[in-house]
Every structure is written in structure tokens, then in C-alpha cells.
């Protein structure tokens, strides 16, 4: 089974998304194993986004991600990474394929409503910098068996 680190960012959260987008990764298989509300503040937004440092849009990333709560998410599934990268849909929502959350929620470049990780060392630093190890949580569903 695979972790991955998954997000709604605050234009989700605002818009009334978060429950249609859970909703999305749990009908899919994926089973979440941490989530909390939160605002993220600057020297965080700029640790998980610390690659785009010198990109244009990283100033107005920065405002946009710190502008207002987020649903932070640890899910577990089998190649997970992937699967939320393909629910989540090609990073401009305009391009997204429709039946994908970007694809079918969102327009703009920078609010383009969810994060998920890109690799399997994303997803490990994601996690530490998000959650801390006891807000993680290991269980079985009764439905495990048939997915
Ligand atoms: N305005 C603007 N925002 C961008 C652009 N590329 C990426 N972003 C934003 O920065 C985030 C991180 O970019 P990236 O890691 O490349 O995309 P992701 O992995 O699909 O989220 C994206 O989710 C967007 O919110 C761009 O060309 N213009
Ligand atoms: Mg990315």
C-alpha cells in the first residue's frame, strides 16, 4: 500500500468542494488516513512549494495557498501517488479532462482547487511537513477486501 500527501486548497474549501472531492477519493478505493482543517502560514507554504521558488507565479502561489483554510490529507492506496495525481487532473484546469476535480471544478491557473503529490519523495516530505506521526492512523475497513 502507498501514502500519498493530498490537498484542498482554500478555493476549494470556499466554493463548498470539500465534500464532492472527498467524496471523489473515497469512491475510488482510496482510503484516508489523516486529515484536518488548517491554515497554512507563509514559512509553510514556502517549505511545500520550496521548488517553485524561482517560477513567476510563486509570489501570488504563496498569497493564494496562506489565503485562507485548506484540507490536508494523508491517503492510502494501492499506487495512490498516481491515482490521486489522475483524479486531480492536469495542473491548468482548463486543460484537465472533464471527469477529473480540475477538470470539472476549476478555470483558473493558480486556483486550480487540489494539490496531491508527484512522487514517492514528495509524498514522504509532504507528510512530515503536514502531519505528525500519531495523527496517522493505521486501521482496517470492512470493505478492504473487495477493493
Ligand atoms: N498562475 C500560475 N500558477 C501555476 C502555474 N503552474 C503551476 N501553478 C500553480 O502552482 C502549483 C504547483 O505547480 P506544479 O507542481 O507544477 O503543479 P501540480 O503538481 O499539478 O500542482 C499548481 O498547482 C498551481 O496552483 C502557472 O503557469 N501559472
Ligand atoms: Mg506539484
Sequence with gaps: ?????????????QRGLISDI???????GLKIV?????????EMARKHYAKHLNKDFFPELIRFITSGPVVA?????????????????ETNPQK???GTIRGDFGISKTKNIVHG??????????????????EILSYERAIDEWL
Design 73 to 89: 490529507l494523508v491517503l492510502e492506496g494501492d499506487n495512490a501517488i498516481e491515482v490521486v495525481r489522475k483524479l486531480n487532473g
Design 117 to 134: 503529490s508527484d512522487s514517492k519523495e514528495s509524498a514522504e516530505r509532504e507528510i512530515q511537513l503536514f502531519f505528525s506521526e500519531s
Design 96 to 98: 484537465a479532462s472533464l
Design 34 to 42: 489523516a486529515m484536518k482543517l488548517m491554515q497554512i502560514s507563509e
Design 22 to 28: 472527498l467524496k471523489r477519493y473515497e469512491s475510488k
Design 1 to 13: 500500500m502507498e501514502r500519498t500527501f493530498a490537498m484542498i486548497k482554500p478555493d476549494g474549501v
